[in-house]
């Protein structure tokens, strides 16, 4: 067990929906990252928060966005889905925004759009 | 850009078998992190190793050994004596420092780890 938690960890929506994803970071660790793993893609970031600023993008599609709350935890907000959405996203934590600390990263939230 | 690639796609062995998973990358930078993971069939990802680009020292945990070369841009991966519990795929990534101390990390492919008994 990491520490950091995601929920809901299976999500099943039709192509045009919304769908939120919420993401508790390890107790401690300022920084938070979301990733997208798919057949086609592999592994790709999507974006990161600290401290409740964002600090970096990836291929973060504009249908897509996220924030970081007052008390850390995260949300990230897919909107107009389609079915090359469908895919298993999943959040991380570290201690700080440095490249050195380890990310630790959650047990994922699988979408899948109909 | 940085890349990771992992040519072996996927790998099969026989249980005790020693395996190695093979991670070569490229970056301009000249101070990175390499990192590896393990994605076992219930699908998180856990961390394994870290290692920053100054120190080549080869690591040994139990029987997971690390061999780092800078010269050809490799940070290689080895099991020892393979169980069936190593089956997963394994990630290599690198991280890299960005202005403002932000950073990212940049997955390979995978290598599928198939151990049989």
């Known amino acids: 067990d990491s520490g950091v938690t995601q929920t809901p960890k299976h999500l099943i929506t039709a192509t045009g929906q919304r769908v939120t994803l919420r993401c508790s970071p390890r107790?401690?660790?300022?920084?938070v990252y979301w990733y997208q793993q798919s057949l086609d893609q592999g592994l790709q970031f999507l974006i990161q928060y600290y401290n409740g600023e964002e600090r970096a993008k990836g291929n973060i599609l504009e249908r897509f966005s996220a924030q970081q709350f007052p008390d850390l935890h995260s949300e990230l907000n897919l909107s107009s889905l389609e079915l090359g959405d469908s895919a298993l996203y999943f959040c991380?934590?570290?201690?700080?925004?440095?490249?050195?600390?380890?990310?630790?990263f959650g047990p994922g939230t699988r979408l899948t759009v109909l | 850009a940085q890349k990771v690639t992992q040519a072996q796609t996927e790998i099969s062995v026989v249980e005790k078998e020693d395996v190695t998973l093979d991670c070569v990358y490229e970056?301009?930078?000249?101070?990175?992190?390499l990192f590896w993971y393990k994605q076992p069939p219930s699908g998180e990802l856990v961390f394994l190793i870290r290692r920053n680009s100054f120190d080549e020292q080869n690591e040994i945990s139990g029987r997971y050994s690390w061999n780092f070369q800078k010269s050809t841009s490799s940070f290689n991966f080895t099991i020892t004596a393979s169980q069936v519990v190593d089956s997963a795929v394994y990630f290599c990534a690198l991280s890299e420092e960005a202005q403002g101390g932000s950073e990212k990390l940049v997955f390979g492919k995978g290598t599928k780890l198939t151990v049989n008994p």
């Open positions: 991380a934590s570290s201690v700080s925004l440095a490249g050195y600390n380890e990310q630790f």
């Open positions: 107790s401690g660790d300022l920084s």
């Open positions: 970056t301009r930078d000249t101070t990175y992190y």
